[in-house]
Structure formats: structure tokens, C-alpha cells
């Protein structure tokens, strides 16, 4: 007998749960967006009574549920009480990414209101927060491609063999800045040797080879990159037990600029290194840096 396959897709509005609904029904999956929460028992057994044997499904769950929505949580306590096997797929982007889709495209956020869009998406954040954290699988569409969305969805949920490889997204970002929303883990890197007040080199990023060596060249920095690389390689451990195949991880200094980037790329490289997939973005780097003094 088939495994049977249900997927519960959630997340943040703008993010590209639509897109997932086109990508697994291009996969084989049986698709209904936007149900209910309260129904989603009556509908497991109606795919199970089905003579169409449908062993690939996936629903859409999410805020369009208004008041509904909320008993998403007791539900899944019951299906887990049961036994039934689910998994989550959730789906995420940043805040200024989903702000430009709301723009482009020019539809109000489900949550409506007086609130601005602004506020909306940090509403939502807020509800999806335990959800988030049972799902298997959490991709953030921020930087990614179609093509790219499609492998990450096939490599969570269609192919069965059990990795033992995570998925990072590293975020080098500034303190003055703010920080990143999704990250899992922060680390601040301020303390390392700061390229800013060399004149030579403060007008470069952390990309150029002159402001690694300084960087990368000092005690600290090689005494703070053999702990990390010790402290990340006990996570991955961790998040393995879990099952957990994405992990965002944030580097800050200042201005996001120097030594962040250098750090992120060094992390980069460590982890690649042991076949893990990793994506690095910059997010702060190419942003002026104004002396507050």
C-alpha cells in the first residue's frame, strides 16, 4: 500500500502560496486552497474513502480564514493524537519583499483594517509564530526563482531518502539597520576589528580582498570563526534529530557593510564545504553609511 502524503502549505501573505499550489499540482498533488481549519479532519477522510485513491495531497491554510484560522493549533493536536502523519510546508519572505508585492500588485492584505500594510505584515508574523515552528519545512522566497521555489519543494517533500543536510540562509545585515525578522540565530560580530576607520578600505564591502585580509588577519576574528564553526556543527546535529531542514542564520556588525559580510562569506564556505546548501544575501552592504557623530 501507497504512502499517503498530505501537505499543509501556510505562511505569510505575498509570499507565494499560490505559486506552491501551481508547483505541487504540477507534481501529482490533489489541491484545495484556502480551507478551513475545522474541516480539515472531514477532508482527510474523504481522501482516504476516496475510490480515486488520492495519495498526494495539499492544502492551503492561512489567514484569508479570518477567525477561523485560529483553530488551526487544535486541530493538529487532534490529527497528532491520531497518529496521522502531516507536514507543514511554511512559506516566507521579507518584509520589504512582501511590501513591493502588495505595491506591484495592488491588493489589500487579507487582515484589512486601518492598519497599514506595514503593520498587517507584522500582525500576521505574529499569528503564524507557533505554526512556523512545527513545520518541516520553511522556504523564504525573498531571493529565489521559480525554478529554484520548484527544487527547494521537490527536495522537502517528494524525495524520500532521509538527509542529513540542512538549508541555510544567512543574512549579513547592519545593527543600525535593524534586525532580521526570521532569523534563528544572531551573531554579533562588532567586537572583530572594524575596516571603517582604516581610510584605505572604509569605502569598500567586506567582498574586497584588501578588508578580508585586514579583517580575517586578527586573533579575535580566527578565535571567534573556530568557536562559531564549533557551535554550528553541534546545532546541525541538533536540528537533525529535529528534522529540521532550513535554518536562518543573521550576522551583524555596524553597518552591515565590512564585517558581517566577511564573516557570512567565511560561514558560507565552512558549510558548503560539508555539502550543506547555503544562500547568503547582503542585505545592508550596498546602503550609505552615515557617521551619527
Request: glycine share 6%.
Amino acid at each position: 500500500m501507497q504512502k499517503f502524503k498530505f501537505v499543509i502549505v501556510t505562511g505569510l501573505s505575498g509570499a507565494g502560496k499560490t505559486q506552491a499550489v501551481h508547483i505541487f499540482e504540477d507534481l501529482g498533488f490533489f489541491c484545495i486552497d484556502n480551507l478551513l481549519p475545522v474541516l480539515i479532519p472531514e477532508f482527510i477522510q474523504i481522501c482516504q474513502k476516496s475510490k480515486d485513491k488520492l495519495l498526494k495531497v495539499a492544502i492551503v491554510v492561512d489567514i484569508r480564514g479570518r477567525k477561523f484560522f485560529g483553530g488551526l493549533q487544535d486541530v493538529l493536536y487532534k490529527l497528532d493524537d491520531t497518529g496521522f502523519k502531516y507536514e507543514i510546508l511554511f512559506i516566507e519572505a521579507s518584509d520589504s519583499v512582501i511590501l513591493k508585492r502588495f505595491k506591484e500588485t495592488r491588493r489589500e492584505h487579507p487582515l484589512g483594517g486601518r492598519r497599514t500594510i506595514e503593520e498587517n505584515i507584522e500582525l500576521e508574523r505574529s499569528y503564524l509564530e507557533r505554526v512556523r515552528g512545527k513545520s518541516k519545512k520553511v522556504i523564504n522566497t525573498s531571493n529565489l526563482s521559480l525554478k529554484e521555489f520548484r527544487e527547494e519543494i521537490i527536495n522537502g517533500f517528494l524525495r524520500e531518502k532521509k538527509s542529513n543536510k540542512i538549508n541555510f540562509y544567512i543574512t549579513a545585515f547592519g545593527y543600525k539597520y535593524g534586525l532580521p525578522q526570521d532569523a534563528d540565530l544572531v551573531f554579533d560580530v562588532r567586537f572583530l576589528p572594524n575596516p571603517f576607520y582604516v581610510a584605505k578600505l572604509k569605502h569598500y564591502s567586506g567582498e574586497n580582498q584588501s578588508v578580508r585580509n585586514f579583517v580575517l588577519k586578527s586573533k579575535k576574528t580566527k578565535d571567534f570563526l573556530k568557536s562559531l564553526f564549533i557551535f554550528i556543527d553541534k546545532m546541525v546535529s541538533f536540528y537533525l534529530t529535529e528534522d529540521r531542514m532550513h535554518v536562518d542564520i543573521a550576522i551583524g556588525c555596524t553597518g552591515g557593510k565590512h564585517r558581517s559580510v566577511v564573516i557570512s562569506t567565511e560561514l558560507k564556505k565552512y558549510l558548503t564545504r560539508q555539502n550543506h546548501k547555503v544562500n547568503i544575501v547582503c542585505r545592508d552592504m550596498n546602503k550609505e553609511y552615515k557617521r551619527m557623530f
